[in-house]
């Protein structure tokens, strides 16, 4: 009894001792990364990455809103050294918290508003905010697909709308940021809280809401037209719609990390070049985003050179997320109808 | 004068005793250096910042909680939940306990593993089951009555989910406690001229009172701590451990985040508290003096046959769930297109191989030490006495109590910095596994310790032996059944871990329950069915492991839990 | 002493029998095709060694366990398929199994409240039965807080207090210590016979069975194997096995030398000793097995006839035991130390003489 005992610990140190240096190696250079980038892309990304140099890149998936709490939680001793992906309104919160740091890339040649005028983050493609319609749900309720705000928060959609919450994802504050843009804050508030009352789940990540509505989880989703474009061409019954008054966009962004850890730093300034390049481009591509390198766009991609996109002011949006989610949060919660606006 | 003299000999007594013990004064330095570090540190860091969120002490974001509806309402979700859980878990549980002990119904083996199997899976693994089966797009719903309803998220979804989820716990405490109640009593109650009914409600129920308030009480702490079911299923019905978390990540209010993870805190040490101190003595010992028989079957044929069919159902569901992620595995778009598959295998090849990898690996790790950790607490606080002991004991079955919410935002915040930089490491990981699950080992090496005469170890020890040689020779392969309980139970909840994960995972360490969650919610549920089917197949193979290679049967590895 | 019964029979079992399945699905047959018959009144003591099949005849009868074959038949009605709950024959239980959550007044009153008594008679009752017992001043505790002869008499009194025509005893004494025991059973006979209850008593105990029986039934592997009187039982047993279960006796090898009309001469030793004849029959030169109580063999001073060498001697008062080597075994004999020589002291492997009491010679066949 007491060797089985002690052959069995005998094989689980074994085995996990095994499995581990299976794994990995301590002698070839690592990044460690937080990326915002859908897993499938992330995956293809750092994978070719890896291929094209060698460098292994450790990276977990979170959120815009979870990337900037991470990397604000560990600011004494961040783990990670570079956050790739990400709605650029985060990422301009974390230059204002402090968190990123200055890197003149040699590769950021898009255009100035799509990067920090200071260097903090550079833009990799953008992204337009749309309407996902699920066509059969569509026709199951006699619905038309809207094709504006004031379409979408009216009350023939109640109980078909996903969209995400603005306080973790990037998309969702993109949405209510754009509204207050076009709006105004005071009419963009009572317009959330009609549209609150067309919403069945506010999903914690942003994709989640169009993936709904591609497999009929939801009649109707509010996402980016990348992700919507992609589940069309997958086959799914979705159709994309943009709302007349205007929408707003992403611009997802790259920065490096302040004092994430240094033997990692060189290497992590050559991924962000390596991102902001051809190679890069054409990958992200692939997913139906228009990246700011010229590349042969997917079929389908749609540009936000032709839409009426709104003259976004992503650090305005950053500056007052904060006050403006905790805004939301009452209004949604029923506690204040309105709030002047400061 | 008399007395403080003598209290001062006693006093010195302990010290000395535990001088003349260098081994034991060590270990027990050891041990709640490790204690305090790893269970009260965080819950310190954690709580000194919802009460200095700017800097200077200010009890704002408690009143800014309590002032707003939103989280006020919050707070009354939770409580709901975990009342109306608690009750029908319990019910559930008793049920099968009773059913299992007293009643004697056919196929007991195979409802005794029933009882306890939704503890070994995967801890949202019924949330996504029950999407698939009644989501939007469930089997159910949608193919088979053909309802278009997301009724299912929200508060309905969460009850029968965490229901199913947490009866085993209700089920093994009560089964604990039945099987404690002399026969003879219901016997007897009967040769007295009591009817079946009478002799249950006079007898039986009055015995199972505090174990059905134990059970109670420990599923309502489980329903309130739960974090994997609400995010997936929960919809709008906002509860206190997601809160916790969105506020601390998603939005980045970390003080916040804190305080209302210090607020879960309260109603989960008040019941420890309860357990502890208050149930400890209504618990009644019935064997008075020697009760040899089996116990004549206490219900009647109807009753019997009415108990056999709930926990059939019961049963029945259970696998339902079990069987519809293995299907969810092999379907290209559940709901959509129903077209069997390997794709999904070969996608969570493809992002989780690595995560299974390293998820299995740190569980290995922290496995022997957890075990090992919790006899040797449980051992020193049975059969020795030193100063401090009291506390020990208190700290080591604390942190089973502290919400994983808790401990996670309080392990971000204490080691992110020197001198105790473990964030983003494995350890830090380990470190969660080994401290939180402890408190199991240690109960269930005090419960064996109790069964074995101190005269055996003083007898080692009067033969020249010193403590470690008796731990290593005499105690410890005596209470064989008890380690490897504690050992196994250490796996299950390192992989199945949820809550407290979710804050420390990093680039390096990922765990497959969060790769599984962030799939859920994305919904790709093939590849989310697929990873918790590997789960499973990995937690299930290392308790039939442990089965096999020591020779346990499921009785005793699962039989006695809090 | 047997009594002639003008008693009525009360309780009848007729060709009982009980099969059990065993841990591994084998049939056990505990008790096989009994019959007896338990006169009104009567202390009944069902005795035997552990496996007889006495606490199995016995929780037949108060209905816990249902019988494979044969009939139970109570005060002429045939109760086979009656519910134990209803059968009314309160049994004393080996662990008492006092209620714990219960005072002990709860706990005395529990039958009482079933059959729907009013509260007054209930109150009396229990204290009528508290005092017949001696338990007055203990209504209010618990039973975790008596002693274990307070618990034994508390599981009495709540079965007295329903007045019952028949109580059952299932070795209400194994848990008590020696002296307490004997106290006990007197009190428990005393009640017994105060109020004419019937009494069925399960016991391993032969002291107990022959202090405070009517009647003993002596059980051996499922089956009856003699029925009787104390007396009867002691000083007749009809077989090796009850010779030796009751009184310990000395078992010696003899050979049947003659067989006459009511006695059979056998040789032990050389010497012819005459036994009386029993219901087995035995031929010329058989070997055959002497059974004789140790009470009735004695160490002498004078020759005897009957020689052996003493192995051990055991000096335990008011008597002296003397293990004495005889004809291949061992058997043991008993000294009065208030007759004769209480101080000669043999020593170990001393050849003594041995004093046979012959009237109380047994012949069985060899087993």
């Not at chain 2, 916790?244 to 309260?266: H, K, S, V």
């Not at chain 2, 005269?455 to 392969?477: C, H, M, Q, V, W």
């Not at chain 3, 591994?24 to 003591?45: H, P, Y």
Request: charged share 15%; net charge positive; hydrophobic share 45%.
């Amino acid at each position: 009894m007491k060797k089985t005992l002690l052959i069995f610990m005998m094989l689980v140190l074994i085995i996990s001792t095994g499995l581990f240096a299976a794994g990995s190696s301590e002698k070839e250079q690592r990044i460690t990364a937080y990326t915002t980038l859908d897993e499938e892309l992330a995956q293809k990304v750092f994978k070719a990455y890896t291929a094209e140099t060698g460098v292994q890149v450790d990276w977990v998936r979170l959120s815009t809103g979870e990337a900037v709490a991470r990397i604000e939680a560990e600011k004494a001793n961040p783990q990670a050294s570079i956050w790739f992906g990400g709605v650029g309104i985060g990422h301009i919160q974390a230059k204002q918290k402090g968190l990123t740091m200055q890197y003149d890339s040699p590769a950021a040649k898009m255009p100035a508003q799509f990067r920090d005028k200071d260097h903090y983050w550079s833009g990799i493609y953008a992204g337009a905010l749309c309407f996902e319609s699920n066509t059969n749900k569509l026709a199951k309720y006699g619905l038309k697909a809207p094709t504006s705000w004031a379409e979408i928060i009216s009350p023939e959609y109640k109980g078909q709308v996903q969209m995400a919450n603005p306080g973790s994802s990037g998309t969702a504050y993109n949405a209510l940021a754009t509204l207050v843009q076009i709006f105004g804050e005071d009419k963009a508030f009572d317009m959330l809280k009609k549209l609150d009352a067309n919403i069945t789940q506010y999903t914690r990540s942003g994709s989640a809401p169009g993936k709904n509505a591609s497999i009929g989880e939801t009649t109707i989703a509010i996402g980016y037209s990348h992700d919507g474009v992609k589940l069309v061409n997958e086959g799914y019954p979705l159709k994309i719609t943009f709302p007349s008054e205007g929408t707003g966009y992403e611009v997802a962004s790259i920065s490096l990390i302040k004092n994430g850890p240094a033997d990692e730093l060189e290497a992590a300034k050559k991924l962000y070049d390596w991102g902001l390049g051809e190679t890069a481009a054409k990958i992200y591509a692939t997913t139906f985003v228009v990246p700011f390198v010229d590349v042969p766009l997917a079929k389908g991609a749609v540009s936000i050179k032709n839409l009426n996109v709104i003259n976004q002011d992503d650090a305005w949006a950053a500056e007052n997320k904060t006050r403006l989610v905790e805004k939301w949060n009452q209004v949604i919660n029923g506690e204040a109808k309105t709030v002047k606006k400061k | 004068m008399e007395g403080s003299s003598n209290q001062l000999s006693r006093k010195e007594g302990k010290f000395y005793q535990l001088t003349r013990d260098p081994v034991l004064f060590i270990t027990v330095l050891l041990i709640l250096g490790l204690l305090l570090l790893f269970i009260v540190y965080p819950l310190y860091a954690a709580a000194k910042l919802s009460l200095t969120p700017e800097g200077h002490f200010s009890f704002k974001e408690y009143s800014y909680i309590f002032t707003h509806s939103g989280y006020t309402k919050t707070i009354l979700n939770s409580v709901t939940l975990g009342v109306v859980v608690a009750t029908l878990a319990t019910f559930v549980g008793f049920i099968f306990a009773f059913a299992l002990t007293k009643a004697g119904i056919k196929g007991k083996k195979y409802f005794q593993t029933m009882g306890i199997l939704p503890i070994i899976s995967p801890p949202f693994m019924f949330a996504l089951s029950v999407i698939l089966l009644f989501g939007r797009n469930g089997l159910i719903t949608a193919k088979l009555l053909n309802l278009d309803t997301g009724g299912i998220y929200g508060l309905k979804g969460l009850i029968i989910v965490q229901v199913i989820t947490m009866y085993p716990i209700a089920y093994m405490t009560l089964m604990g406690i039945l099987q404690g109640i002399d026969p003879d009593l219901e016997t007897c109650a009967m040769n007295l001229g009591a009817k079946r009914g009478h002799s249950f409600w006079t007898v039986t129920f009055p015995l199972a009172l505090p174990g059905i308030f134990a059970s109670w009480l420990l599923v309502f702490v489980g329903s309130l701590t739960d974090f994997g079911n609400p995010i997936i299923i929960g919809g709008e019905f906002d509860v206190l451990s997601v809160k916790a978390y969105m506020e601390f990540t998603g939005m980045g209010n970390l003080p916040r985040g804190a305080a209302l993870a210090i607020l879960l805190l309260i109603p989960t040490v008040f019941v420890f508290f309860i357990q502890k101190y208050i149930m400890k003595n209504k618990a009644y010992v019935t064997i008075t003096g020697k009760s040899s028989r089996r116990a004549s079957s206490s219900v009647g044929k109807v009753t019997k046959h009415a108990l056999f069919l709930f926990c059939l159902l019961v049963s029945l569901f259970v696998i339902l769930f079990y069987v519809t992620i293995i299907g969810g595995s092999f379907v290209k778009l559940w709901g959509v297109n129903w077209t069997p598959t390997l794709k999904w295998f070969a996608y969570s090849f493809d992002v989780g191989f690595k995560t299974l990898k390293n998820t299995v690996y740190l569980a290995l790790i922290s496995t022997p030490i957890t075990a090992l950790l919790g006899m040797v607490i449980a051992y020193i606080v049975v059969r020795k006495s030193f100063p401090g002991k009291g506390a020990l004991d208190f700290l080591s079955m604390l942190s089973y109590a502290i919400p994983g919410t808790a401990v996670g935002i309080g392990y971000v915040l204490a080691f992110n910095k020197a001198p105790f930089k473990l964030s983003g490491t494995a350890f830090i990981l380990i470190a969660v596994y080994v401290f939180r699950n402890v408190p199991i080992g240690v109960q269930g090496g005090i419960a064996a310790l109790k069964q074995i005469s101190s005269d055996i170890e003083e007898s080692s020890t009067n033969l020249g032996a010193n403590t470690i040689y008796t731990f290593r020779k005499i105690t410890l392969p005596l209470i064989r059944p008890s380690f490897f309980a504690g050992a196994t139970f250490a796996f299950v909840r390192a992989m199945t871990a949820i809550s407290a994960i979710i804050f420390l995972v990093s680039a390096r360490w990922n765990h497959l329950t969060v790769l599984i969650l962030a799939q859920t919610e994305i919904m790709r549920l093939g590849a989310a069915s697929v990873l918790s089917f590997a789960l499973i197949i990995v937690v299930m193979g290392f308790v039939f492991l442990i089965m096999k290679l020591t020779g346990l049967k499921q009785s005793q590895i699962f039989g006695t839990t809090n | 002493m047997s009594q002639k019964s003008t008693k009525k029979d009360y309780l009848v079992v007729k060709n009982v029998s009980k099969i059990f399945k065993d841990g591994r699905g084998s049939e056990v047959k505990a008790v096989n095709n009994i019959s007896l018959t338990i006169k009104e009144g009567d202390f009944v003591t069902l005795l035997g060694p552990s496996g007889c099949g006495k606490t199995t005849t016995l929780r037949m009868i108060a209905g816990f366990e249902l019988q494979n074959g044969g009939d139970i038949i109570h005060d002429g009605k045939v109760i086979n398929t009656v519910p134990s709950f209803d059968r009314n024959m309160p049994m004393v239980f080996q662990s008492y199994a006092l209620f714990p959550h219960l005072t002990i007044f709860e706990n005395i009153a529990y039958g009482l409240k079933i059959r729907k008594f009013s509260k007054e008679v209930i109150k009396n009752d229990v204290a009528m039965v508290s005092q017949m017992v001696n338990l007055v001043g203990l209504e209010n505790r618990y039973p975790g807080e008596l002693s274990g002869g307070q618990q034994q008499r508390v599981a009495l009194a709540r079965a007295l207090v329903l007045k019952p025509e028949i109580i059952l005893f299932d070795e209400p004494l194994s848990n008590l210590d020696a002296k307490l025991r004997i106290q006990t059973r007197t009190e428990i006979k005393r009640v017994q016979q105060m109020l004419g209850i019937t009494a069925l008593y399960v016991t391993h105990d032969q002291s107990e069975a022959l202090s405070m029986s009517d009647q003993i039934v002596i059980m051996n592997r499922g089956e009856i194997a003699q029925v009787g009187s104390p007396e009867e039982i002691y000083n007749n047993p009809n077989s090796s096995f009850v010779a030796d279960f009751i009184g310990n006796a000395n078992f010696i090898d003899a050979t049947v030398s003659e067989i006459g009309s009511d006695s059979i001469t056998v040789s032990v030793q050389g010497n012819s000793v005459m036994v009386k004849k029993t219901d087995e029959t035995f031929s010329e030169g058989e070997e055959v097995s002497l059974a004789i109580k140790p009470e009735a063999v004695d160490v002498s001073l004078e020759p005897t006839g009957f020689t052996g060498k003493l192995d051990v001697s055991s000096f335990l008062g008011s008597i002296t035991e003397y293990k004495i080597e005889f004809e291949n075994s061992f058997i043991t004999a008993v000294h009065s130390n208030t007759t004769g020589y209480t101080m000669k002291h043999f020593k170990m492997g001393e050849e003594v003489h041995i004093n046979f009491n012959k009237e109380f010679f047994h012949i069985y066949k060899k087993q």
